[in-house]
């Protein structure tokens, strides 16, 4: 349907998609406060429980999913509102700046400055400056881990408390990860629809997306060095059951990794990130699911946490798919899965 109406001239692709992922507007809730703000020149969406309070309430700042192409306050109202009524927490939805229009690190800084205006002004929203979490879904997820690790060395604010990544894309080094193979045409979200987004979001354009998810665009020295966080060996074997066969990589091919070289940055690659960082995270809760092509990047960075002492909760939905969090409700139809992905995300911040 996008491309038909691209190729009419009507519009383009991405604002067909975005017109389609809008989300409708909803009614009031009798339970929560909402309110349209803007933290440090980035809108955001501030939902506050009604109910009275013994003590302070923890603070979530929420970043959506959507590729960093797609996705509004709008499209994520229902999950905002199940998060705050059913954990009794602010919850902060956070409409960053999208690509192609906004290359990186546009996105990141605007997740980054909502957060440290959030954290600076806490007393305003009754919020316990010991428990903010970042939490994220997929492109969400990325910046929540990216935030995460560029807040871990800051001492003149508060330490988070914790980060929740749902499904988060972490790297861009190996689109060929057994995850990668076995879910390449599962919905949501394709494989080359992965590297798509990501390019939009680095360089506003997909050009190389075939070289990319080849492989050619890494060189061989530093596949080699990220070789020991980034590599199937480290994905537990019951994930390779399903159709894997390992890939020789293709050649090296200088002027494409010219274009994506940052690729290698943590802040775009949140998996690639030094252990000195890692190992100052905030606990985490990740949340994976089976049919979903990130499904790896999930497990990787759980190693990566674990390695270096971080406590994680896991929770995998092993008949989920990727952006099966973002479907609940959505016009009256919910998967019992995604149903389960909220409800643990909400006990993980009860225990908080």
Known sequence: QGRILEKTGLCSQIT????????????????????????????????????TS???????????????????LDTYEKVCRYISRESESVVVSVQYRLAPEHKYPAAYE??????????????????????????GDSAGGNLAAAVSQTLAGRSDLPKLRAQILIYPGLQAL????????????????????????VLRYLNGDALHMQEVLEGSHIPPDMRLKYRKWVSPDNIPEKFKVRGVKPLRPTDFIAEVYETVKRFCEPNLCPLLAEDAIVHQLPEAFILTCEYDVLRDDGLLYKKRLEDNGVRVTWY??????HGIISLYDYCGFSFPAGKRGLDSIVNFLKSL
């Open 16 to 51: 067909f998609g975005r017109y389609v992922r809008q989300g409708r507007k909803l009614g009031v809730d009798p339970k929560l406060f909402i309110q349209d703000l803007q933290f440090n020149k980035v809108p955001v969406r501030v939902y506050q429980p009604k109910a």
């Open 174 to 197: 190996d689109f060929n990860l057994p995850s990668y193979q076995q879910n390449q045409g599962v919905p949501l979200l394709f494989r080359e629809r992965a590297a798509f987004y």
């Open 54 to 72: 013994d003590g302070r309430r923890r603070g979530i700042i929420f970043f959506h999913g959507g590729g960093w192409v797609f996705g509004s």
């Open 110 to 135: 605007d997740c980054l400055n909502a957060t440290i205006h959030f954290m600076k002004n806490i007393e305003h929203y009754g919020v316990d400056p010991a428990c903010v979490i970042v939490c």
């Open 316 to 321: 995998h939905l092993e008949d989920g798919f």
